[in-house]
Each structure stands twice: as structure tokens, then as C-alpha cells.
T-cell receptor, first 111, second 113 residues
Framework: GESVGLHLPTLSVQEGDNSIINCAYS??????FIWYKQESGKGPQFIID???NMDKRQGQRVTVLLNKTVKHLSLQIAATQPGDSAVYFC??????????WGAGTKLIIKP | NAGVTQTPKFQVLKTGQSMTLQCAQD?????MSWYRQDPGMGLRLIHY???????DQGEVPNGYNVSRSTTEDFPLRLLSAAPSQTSVYFC????????????FGDGTRLSIL
């Protein structure tokens, strides 16, 4: 079946550096992609989304890049802070009402 | 702003028991869904609803029932609990289905002995 996966399960980044979290997807028909942040003991929190007719979208300190040619999605976090420590999930639409989620990447911030 | 509220936060059951996980949202969202999250994994969709009176199955529906009698509430019922259903359960809502970000509750941590 269709799937969304992440290249790295754990990413360690120095505080203040930029973080890049990658995600591969397999459904070329997907038209909507989302990044979520999940802190320990909490539900996933929406970060940023992007539609398939775009290749870049920026938010506050975060940027999502979509490369449809290689079916790749990335989340860039600028000037990483301790509060950015969490597990990050990418997800894509499988149908109009269903999201397929990746396994997650744990971001660790080194002081 | 309450958002999505799930109760209980923790529950321990014995194999064969039944229970209902509650989910309520106060954002007047049409779309609601239930996910389970197992350790080190992403979320898997159990059931979803696109509006009051309408429900459908997700990726892993077996052993679970849902109903949607009101826009606000979307309870998940475990019919006969099994150890394989030990997981963290998340409820989410959004204004519509795909193409809109979902808002999540903080989860129910369920252990089946």
C-alpha cells in the first residue's frame, strides 16, 4: 500500500543551528502534506502544511519544501531551540479523509 | 479554548472487558477521527466521521465501534478488550477531511492486561 516514511529516526542538533527533517512519500497522487510535532505525553500539534501545487511554504521559523519529482518532503527549523525537542511526523492524504503517517523523527537539541 | 477533549487520560482493563473512550470538540468541526499510536510508530486510523450520523472504517477498525450522534461527540468503543489493543488513542477533528489540519486531543493511554 501507499506509505510515508522518514529517513532518520533520530536527529541531534546543536542549539541555535538549523534542523532539517526529511520524509519520503510513495503516493504520487497525494495532494496535501502536513508536518506535526508531538511532545512527550501530548497529542500531535500542527506545524505547517503544503499542497501539491506548491514547492515551498514558510511559517514562523519553519519552512516546508516539497519535491514532487523525487517524492520528498522536508521540514526546516531555523535557529533550533530547546523547545523544539519532540518527535516530528509527516503525513500525506491517502484519500479525501484519510492521512497516512510516517513513523516519526525524534529531534534532540544539544546545549 | 478547550479544543479536543479526551477522557479518561489513563485506563487499565482486563482482557474481555469493554469500555468507551470519550472525545468531544467545541470547534463545530464536521470531521472527527480516532487513531492509535503504538511505541515508536506513527498514527494509524481506526474510524472516522465526516459528520453527524456518518462513520466509516479506517486502516485498523477491527475490535472497535464508533457512533456520531452529535457534531461535538465521537466516542470509541472497545467491544472485548485484547492485549493487542494496548496503545495510546488519539481523537482528532478538523473543519473538513483531507486538505485541512487536524486538531488532536492529548490522548488516552490504555493498557489491557
Amino acid at each position: 500500500g501507499e506509505s510515508v516514511g522518514l529517513h532518520l529516526p533520530t536527529l541531534s542538533v546543536q542549539e541555535g543551528d538549523n534542523s532539517i527533517i526529511n520524509c519520503a512519500y510513495s503516493n504520487s497522487a497525494s495532494d496535501y502534506f502536513i508536518w506535526y510535532k508531538q511532545e512527550s505525553g501530548k497529542g500531535p500539534q500542527f506545524i505547517i502544511d503544503i499542497r501539491s501545487n506548491m514547492d515551498k511554504r514558510q511559517g514562523q521559523r519553519v519552512t516546508v519544501l516539497l519535491n514532487k519529482t523525487v517524492k520528498h518532503l522536508s521540514l526546516q527549523i531555523a535557529a533550533t531551540q530547546p523547545g523544539d525537542s519532540a518527535v516530528y511526523f509527516c503525513a500525506e492524504t491517502y484519500s479525501n479523509y484519510q492521512l497516512i503517517w510516517g513513523a516519526g523523527t525524534k529531534l534532540i537539541i544539544k546545549p | 479554548n478547550a479544543g479536543v477533549t479526551q477522557t479518561p487520560k489513563f485506563q487499565v482493563l482486563k482482557t474481555g472487558q469493554s469500555m468507551t473512550l470519550q472525545c468531544a470538540q467545541d470547534m463545530n468541526h464536521e470531521y472527527m477521527s480516532w487513531y492509535r499510536q503504538d511505541p515508536g510508530m506513527g498514527l494509524r486510523l481506526i474510524h472516522y466521521s465526516v459528520g453527524a450520523g456518518i462513520t466509516d472504517q479506517g486502516e485498523v477498525p477491527n475490535g472497535y465501534n464508533v457512533s456520531r450522534s452529535t457534531t461535538e461527540d465521537f466516542p470509541l468503543r472497545l467491544l472485548s478488550a485484547a492485549p493487542s489493543q494496548t496503545s495510546v488513542y488519539f481523537c482528532a477533528s478538523s473543519a473538513s477531511g483531507g486538505g485541512q489540519p487536524q486538531h488532536f486531543g492529548d490522548g488516552t493511554r490504555l493498557s489491557i492486561l
